[in-house]
């Protein structure tokens, strides 16, 4: 059990999972404020990992894309954020690690 604890100990020292947030510049996004943008929408981005982070070795989500899926091509005051759920948690223990979801917001203003 010991020799357990000490290689998932070490799969997760160099596992290196990461999530690359890009604009393919389809829109106009901007991460400052704009004047006569106050409406507020915000999405949730899920993706998940396995093996303790090391599959996929990175995620590429498509800033643009999201907000276009909902007709908004024109966002302003852009903020990414990680949530930290103990569902993820839960996870991450019941698999050991083989399975980790990471969930994101995206939330801007629009017109």
């Given at each position: 059990m010991a020799r357990l604890c000490i290689f998932l100990s070490l799969i997760n020292l160099i596992?290196?999972?990461s999530i690359s947030f890009s604009?393919?510049?389809k829109s106009s996004l901007s991460?400052?404020?704009r004047e006569g943008q106050s409406k507020?929408?915000?999405y949730e981005v899920?993706?998940?990992f396995f093996?303790?982070?090391l599959v996929p070795e990175n995620q590429v989500v498509s800033i643009d894309d999201r907000f276009n899926e909902e007709g908004f091509n024109n966002?302003?005051?852009i903020n990414i954020k990680e949530i930290e759920t103990k569902t993820k948690v839960a996870w991450m223990l019941l698999t050991l690690g083989m399975y980790y979801p990471v969930t994101y917001t995206i939330s801007g203003r629009v017109n």
């Open positions: 596992s290196c999972s604009s393919n510049q991460f400052d404020l507020e929408v915000s899920r993706k998940p093996m303790w982070g966002v302003s005051d």
